[in-house]
């Protein structure tokens, strides 16, 4: 297996859209409600210029999670915050098919290495829902530490959902 991530680009929009369509029952759970627009290329041609736009401010670091050449999942760096903070947001899905194989940890490496190395960052956080076990082990195998829970946090699968909140900081 050999994952790793890239800048993603609009030209990725229809491998992108094509990878959500396959796997829209399977990220239901975990996603806020989607568009039918969303799983378009179209749609994820406007997803990924304005992912595109903020990496361009500063803010962002967009990736895909690539598998032998072929994109398995996105995983990004959001709210990058300078000054005092020094700290962004990481979120990411895979592929049903790459889900539980290894795929999103080995991104999640890639990308915390690469906040902590070329962007200079301080903390990385996360948070998952209270049930996503196998995210919650994803972070954990990334030396995350587990530092809160946010009562009804995110609108995700029609309800406002609770979130284990999760944080790795540079020197650990």
Partial sequence: MTVTTRLLTVDDAAEMAEQLRANREFLAPWDPDRSDEYFTEAGQRRVLADMLRQHSSGS?????????????GRIALTNIARGPFLSGTLGYWVAHEANGRGVATAAVARIVGLAFTDLGLHRVEAGTL?????????????????????PRYLWIAGAWRDHVLFQRLADD
Avoid: C, D, M, T
């Avoid at 967009?62 to 598998?67: C, G, L, M």
């Avoid at 209270?130 to 995350?144: A, M, T």
């Fill in 130 to 150: 209270v049930n996503n076990i196998g995210s919650q082990r994803v972070l954990e195998n990334n030396k995350f530490q587990r530092y809160g829970l946010a």
């Fill in 60 to 72: 962002a670091l967009p990736h895909a999670i690539v598998e032998n050449g072929r994109i398995l």
